[in-house]
C-alpha cells in the first residue's frame, strides 16, 4: 500500500490520544509504539561524527563505534564526494548499533571563533556548508537510515543557549544563516529537522510558525517530521499549531496535556493530524513499519581507513617555509607538546564517541619511522590552565566500571553496571529508559601517573561527591540544591608508574534531575617550578628537526560553553616561540576546532591544522607530515590575527545577554574581512600542497540571459613533482547593485587530483541564484541586470582568474 494511504488509513483508525502520544518520545530515543495497530518505534542517536553509543540507557545497544573526523575537519576536506562516502559508512554504523536515525549533519554557520560547537559543524559559508550538508545526508539516507538536519535556525552560541534570543535581520537570515538549511531540504531530503533551543527574534525555534510553516514546510517543501532538540519544547499546544511535529525526549513533558487542549478547542485536531501524519511518515521510511530494515556493521576495516582517508584529506597545511615539510634527512626528531602522546580526536558534548582505539602521533612517528631516526619526546607543558580531564593512556584501557544504585546510599543491588565509562559523566533522571532513575552511582578505575610528583585533582560537579585512591578518600565535597554546580580541588603525590585504585562516588540531591561531573588530574609545580619547557627547549637545540603536537584538549571545545578567548590553553605559546628560537626547524600541528591566535607565526617553519581527526589521528597526521600523503585540505573558516578583528567581536553580545544581536549583517566570514580590508592570519579556503598548481584559461560568455545557466571553465595543470589535489574555488562579484553586496561570495568549488604534470578542465555550471541577493523589501531573490565578475583561485585571497560578464 503506498505509504500516504496507509497512513490515511492510520489517522482515521487512531484516538486522539494515541494520535497526541506519538507526538512525544517514550523515553530518551525513542518513539512511542501503538501495538494494537502495528505502529512500531524507532530510535534515535547522537551523531553526527559517529554513532554515540556509551550512554547507560536501557534498550541501547552499547559498545565502541568508528569515531569518525569531526564536522569541521569534513568541511576542510572540500570534498562532497568522500562526505557521502563517510555518511553511507555512519549510516551502516547507525543500523548496526539497532538505531534509525542519526541526530545530525549540524549545518550551523561558524559565526564567531569562540563558539562551543564549531568544530561539529562545517564552514563558516552557506553555500559551502549546503553542498557539503547534501552529500552527508545523501550517504547516510541510502543506507536506509534516516537524518535530522540541525539546529534550525540561527543557533551560533552555547552560553544560554536555552533563553536567549538571536536578533537578526531578514536578509542575513536568507543569506546566510538559512541557505545550507535550504539546500539540504531541496536536494537531500533530510527525513527529519531538529529545532534549536535559542529563540529567534524573541520566538523559540520549536514554535516559530514563520521558520517552521512559512519557510520550511511552506517554501521548500519539507515532508519529513520536525523534532526538537532535547528539553527544547516550552508551550503545550502553540509548538504543534506552529510547526513542531515530535517533543523529545519522552515521555511528554508538555504534550501530556496536549489532548486537554484539543478537547477545549485551543488548538484544531487538524494540526495534531499533519503532525501524527509527519511522524508516521518518519516511522514508515525507517522500514520499521514494514519490516524492511536494513542491515548494518560497526568498527569495519573499511570503516576505519574510510576514517583514516578522510582526516587526511582535511590536514591542512598552513605554512610551509623553506620547505621544511615533508619530513626528509632527518638524523634526529624532537617530538614535543603536549597532544603527542595522547591522541586528541574529537571535541565534547553530544557529538563525542567511544571508539575502540585511537592512535596518538608519538606512537605514529614511532611505528613508521622505526629507528631509521634518532627520536626524543619531551611534554614541554601542558594543554591546559586548570586539569580538565584525567588523561586516557593514565588509566586502565577498559576505562571505569560504573554501578548505579536506585538506593541514596549504594543499597541492594545495582540497577545497572556496566563498564566503559571516563572520570566525566552527564545523566539526566527524567530521560533516563531505565526503569528506576538511580540516586546513588559509583566508579570503580585503575590509575597510573607516568612521573613521580604532586598532582592536582580538580573536580567540577553538582551533587555530592567523594573520591578515593587506593581505599583513602581524599576528597569529600557536596553541592547545595541551590547552587547549579562547583569546583573542588586537592593536591596528592603520586610514584610513578605505581597502579593506584580509584573509586568516584556521586550521590543525586532528590529534586536535582541532571547528574553531572567532570575530573581533571593534571601535574602540580609551584609557580616558576616547572622544569619541562626547559628539558623541551634544550632537546629542541639538539635536534634536526622539531615537532610540536598542541592545541586543545580532548572535549575542552564542546556543547554547553563557549571558549574565553583564542588563546591556546596552557603555557603552549610561550613554549612554541622559545622552541623557534632554539631550532628554525619547528613544525606545529594542532588540534583545535576553530580559530587561535598565533603570536609565534612568523617564527615557526611549518603550521599544520589537524583539526580533532578521529581515532585515526596519529597515522593521518603523520602519513601527511612525512610525504606519504601529499596535504590538500582548505581552511573552512577565516583565521583572524586576533578576536577583535572577528565581525562579531562588537555584536558578539554575550555570554549571558537576553539578546544575541547579529549586528555584523551578511558580513560574516570572508565577507567581512574582504569589506573592512583586515588582512587574516589565514584566509578562508587556504592551504598549501607539496605540489604546485597553475591555473589558465578562464572560458565563459560574455553575456548570459535572466533564467539561463552560466557555464565557466578553465585549465588546471600540476606543475610541481607532487602527485596532489587542488581545490578549485569559484567567486562571484556583482560590480554594482541597488544593495550593499559582499565583495564576492563562493558560488563553486571542486576538489580535483592531478598527478605531477597533469592537466584537467575544471567546469562548473552557475544557476541564477548563485548571481542572486534577498531583497527584503520584496521578500525574494533577485539577480539584478548588469556586470558581474567572476574569480577563481586556491583561496579567498588567492585569485588566480578573473573575467567580468554581464547579466542581461
Not at 119 to 143: C, K, L, M, W
Request: hydrophobic content about 35%; some cysteine.
Amino acid at each position: 500500500m503506498d505509504i500516504e494511504k496507509k497512513i490515511d488509513a492510520l489517522l482515521k483508525e487512531l484516538t486522539l490520544r494515541e494520535k497526541v502520544s506519538l507526538l512525544s518520545g517514550k523515553d530518551i530515543w525513542n518513539t512511542v509504539t501503538i501495538e494494537r495497530l502495528g505502529i512500531p518505534s524507532i530510535v534515535m542517536t547522537d551523531g553526527p561524527h559517529g554513532v554515540r553509543a556509551s550512554n547507560p540507557e536501557v534498550g541501547r545497544k552499547v559498545e565502541p563505534t568508528t569515531a569518525f573526523p569531526t564536522g569541521i575537519s569534513m568541511g576542510a576536506s572540500w570534498n562532497p564526494k568522500l562526505v557521502e562516502k563517510v555518511g553511507q559508512a555512519l549510516g551502516e554504523e547507525t543500523r548496526g548499533m539497532g538505531c534509525d536515525v542519526l541526530l545530525g549533519p549540524c549545518v550551523n554557520i561558524v559565526r564567531y571563533p569562540l563558539g562551543g560547537r564549531n568544530f561539529e559543524t562545517y564552514s563558516e559559508d552557506p553555500y559551502h556548508a549546503g553542498r557539503t550538508a547534501v552529500a552527508y545526508i545523501n550517504g547516510v539516507q541510502s543506507r536506509g537510515v534516516g537524518t535530522s538536519l540541525k539546529h534550525y535556525a540561527l543557533n551560533n552560541y552555547e552560553i544560554e543557549r536555552h533563553r536567549a534570543s538571536t536578533r537578526v535581520d531578514e536578509r542575513t537570515m536568507r543569506e546566510i544563516y538559512l541557505p545550507a538549511f535550504e539546500m539540504a531540504v531541496k536536494e537531500a531530503k533530510p527525513w527529519s529537522v531538529m529545532c534549536s533551543y535559542n529563540r529567534i527574534n524573541g520566538v523559540y525555534a520549536s514554535e516559530n510558525a514563520y521558520l517552521l510553516r512559512t519557510i520550511l514546510k511552506g517554501e521548500w517543501g519539507f515532508k519529513g517530521a520536525v523534532i526538537s532538540d532535547w528539553g527544547a519544547v516550552h508551550s503545550v499546544f502553540e509548538s504543534v499549531k506552529n510547526g513542531l511535529d515530535l517533543e523529545m525526549p519522552g515521555p511528554a513533558k508538555y504534550y501530556k496535556l496536549l489532548d486537554e487542549s484539543t478537547f477545549n478547542w485551543q488548538i484544531d485536531e487538524e494540526f495534531v493530524d499533519e503532525a501524527v501524519r509527519r511522524v508516521l511518515r518518519l516511522v514508515s521510511w525507517s522500514g520499521q513499519m514494514e519490516g524492511t530494515v536494513s542491515k548494518g556493521s560497526v568498527n569495519t576495516p573499511e570503516h576505519q581507513a574510510l576514517a583514516r582517508k578522510l582526516a587526511e584529506e582535511a590536514i591542512t597545511l598552513l605554512k610551509n617555509e623553506h620547505n621544511v615539510l615533508p619530513l626528509k634527512d632527518m638524523k634526529t626528531m624532537a617530538v614535543i607538546g603536549p597532544n603527542a602522546a595522547g591522541a586528541v580526536i574529537e571535541g565534547g558534548g553530544s557529538s563525542r564517541v567511544e571508539s575502540p582505539y585511537r592512535v596518538s602521533p608519538l606512537e605514529s612517528i614511532r611505528t613508521l619511522l622505526g629507528d631509521k631516526v634518532e627520536l626524543a619526546y619531551e611534554q614541554g607543558c601542558d594543554n591546559y590552565d586548570e586539569p580538565f580531564d584525567v588523561p586516557r593512556a593514565w588509566l586502565n584501557p577498559e576505562g571505569m566500571k560504573g554501578s548505579f544504585y536506585a538506593d541514596s546510599n549504594f543499597g541492594g543491588e545495582p540497577v545497572l553496571t556496566q563498564g566503559g565509562f571516563w572520570p566525566d559523566f552527564w545523566f539526566h533522571a527524567a530521560w533516563s529508559a531505565m526503569p528506576v532513575a538511580p540516586s546513588s552511582f559509583r566508579w570503580d578505575g585503575k590509575l597510573t601517573v607516568p612521573e613521580s610528583g604532586n598532582y592536582r585533582l580538580r573536580l567540577a560537579h553538582n551533587g555530592r561527591m567523594r573520591i578515593y585512591l587506593d581505599g583513602e578518600k581524599v576528597l569529600d565535597s557536596d553541592v547545595a540544591e541551590t547552587e547549579d554546580s562547583k569546583f573542588s580541588e586537592v593536591i596528592h603525590s603520586f610514584r610513578g608508574g605505581k597502579e593506584v585504585k580509584l573509586r568516584l562516588e556521586y550521590i543525586r540531591h532528590p529534586r536535582r534531575e541532571t547528574v553531572a561531573y567532570r575530573l581533571g588530574l593534571g601535574v602540580h609545580f609551584a609557580k616558576g617550578t616547572d622544569p619541562r619547557l626547559k628539558r623541551a627547549v634544550k632537546l629542541a637545540e639538539s635536534a634536526d628537526t622539531v615537532i610540536f603536537f598542541g592545541g586543545m584538549p580532548e572535549t575542552f571545545e564542546s556543547e554547553g560553553g563557549d571558549r574565553e578567548d583564542m588563546d591556546l590553553p596552557g603555557e603552549q605559546d610561550e613554549l612554541i616561540a622559545a622552541l623557534a628560537d632554539a631550532n628554525p626547524n619547528t613544525v606545529v600541528v594542532l588540534n583545535v576546532g576553530a580559530p587561535v591566535s598565533m603570536p609565534w607565526a612568523d617564527k615557526v617553519a611549518g603550521i599544520v591544522q589537524a583539526y580533532y581527526p578521529g581515532m585515526e589521528n596519529g597515522n593521518a597526521v603523520v602519513r601527511v607530515l612525512l610525504g606519504k600523503v601529499n596535504p590538500s585540505g582548505k581552511l573552512p573558516v577565516t583565521f583572524p590575527k586576533r578576536l577583535q578583528d572577528s565581525p562579531a567581536f562588537i555584536n558578539a553580545s554575550y555570554p549571558g545577554c537576553r539578546e544575541v544581536n547579529y549586528g555584523e549583517g551578511i558580513f560574516v566570514g570572508y565577507r567581512y574581512f574582504d569589506k573592512a580590508e583586515i588582512e587574516p592570519l589565514f584566509p578562508f579556503g587556504h592551504g598549501l600542497s607539496y605540489s604546485e598548481f597553475k591555473y589558465t584559461k578562464l572560458s565563459m560568455p560574455r553575456r548570459c540571459q535572466q533564467g539561463e545557466m552560466l557555464e565557466v571553465s578553465l585549465g588546471l595543470t600540476n606543475v610541481g613533482e607532487w602527485d596532489g589535489a587542488e581545490v578549485v574555488q569559484l567567486y562571484v562579484s556583482d560590480l554594482a547593485s541597488s544593495l550593499v553586496r559582499p565583495v564576492k561570495e563562493l558560488k563553486g568549488f571542486e576538489k580535483v587530483f592531478l598527478r605531477a604534470g597533469e592537466s584537467k578542465t575544471v567546469t562548473f555550471m552557475l544557476d541564477e541564484r548563485a548571481l542572486a541577493f534577498y531583497d527584503p523589501n520584496h521578500m525574494r531573490w533577485v539577480a539584478e541586470p548588469g556586470e558581474f565578475e567572476i574569480l577563481i583561485g586556491g583561496s579567498s585571497r588567492d585569485i588566480r582568474l578573473r573575467k567580468t560578464f554581464e547579466l542581461v
